[in-house]
């Protein structure tokens, strides 16, 4: 039986069922963000949002509270749920508190990756959707404060300073997903199903066959997010055949010219420690 989260509410405070956790994932994106969703769509005990990326709590969302609860699909077994949108980092300070206003307990997730390989990766994917544009002119549309680890995590720990964190080092998801896995759904109050890890799709960067089949995708996919079409989103974003009709299998390469150009605009950021290990802060911790 399918239960909204109001009716699961009123059953937790009759002591009937546990009150679900509410989780956001703030981003970056290109840092494993599809490998959690991913995850979570293999835990029972997860109700995954029919579509990555609501942004509900974006400024301007054009999404309800009910529209957002509609994404999740509730049952007695439900102990989390929650969203999982790139770009949230980019307007944390209006992200965070609007999430708190709705779910004061959320646990937040973000994503940490080397700032050089992750400022590669979101150019890769950039020409993945058919742009036509050198790293020089991509690099003019960033800052380099948004690659910054140390700057992402403090910036969260500083807003919501009662939650808890959970950071998850995508050299993990590489190295040992399953002990990155099950840091995270600890975190969430969640055990960890058998899955098998090397089935998990991490949205690699690939060769369009057409720049421009590529860039009607994007325009595609673009109209069914504002027409709020999730579930034909997802199954879109997830098909195989539409998949191998528009990318190749041939990794997007970048000379060394180009990553020296990306080294020279991320500065110290690309010195930074990075973490190798996920973990969780709480608010114990943080004091």
Not at 97 to 104: N, Y
Not at 230 to 238: A, E, G, H, I
Request: one cysteine or more.
């Amino acid at each position: 039986m399918s239960l909204s989260l109001e009716t699961k509410i009123d059953k937790c405070q009759d002591s009937i069922l546990p009150s679900p956790t509410h989780f956001c994932v703030v981003g970056p994106g290109k840092a494993g963000t599809t490998w959690l969703y991913e995850l979570f769509k293999k835990c029972d005990h997860i109700a995954n949002s029919k579509i990555k990326e609501a942004y509900f709590f974006s400024e301007g969302s054009n999404l309800s509270y009910s529209d957002y609860l509609s994404l999740f699909r509730f049952n007695q077994e439900t102990k989390a749920f929650g969203d999982i949108s790139n770009q949230y980092y980019m307007n944390i300070e209006w992200v965070v508190p609007r999430c708190l206003e709705f779910f004061p307990d959320s646990v937040f997730v973000i994503m940490l990756r080397d700032p050089l390989q992750r400022l590669l990766s979101c150019y890769r994917f950039e020409l993945k959707q058919g742009r036509r544009l050198s790293l020089a002119e991509y690099l003019n549309c960033l800052k380099k404060i948004d690659f910054s680890n140390a700057n992402l995590l403090s910036n969260l720990l500083e807003l919501a300073p009662n939650n808890k964190i959970i950071a998850v080092a995508f050299s993990e998801l590489n190295n040992d997903p399953e002990a990155a896995a099950v840091t995270i759904l600890s975190g969430l109050g969640v055990d960890l199903p058998d899955i098998d890890f090397s089935a998990l799709n991490k949205n690699a960067s690939v060769q369009p066959r057409s720049a421009s089949v590529a860039r009607i995708g994007r325009a595609v996919a673009g109209t069914l997010r504002k027409t709020r079409q999730f579930s034909t989103l997802q199954r879109c974003k997830s098909s195989v055949f539409l998949n191998k009709l528009i990318y190749t299998a041939s990794p997007i390469d970048i000379n060394r010219s180009d990553i020296s150009l990306a080294e020279e605009f991320l500065g110290e950021v690309a010195a930074e420690p990075v973490p190798i290990k996920t973990e969780i802060f709480n608010s114990e911790v943080i004091r």
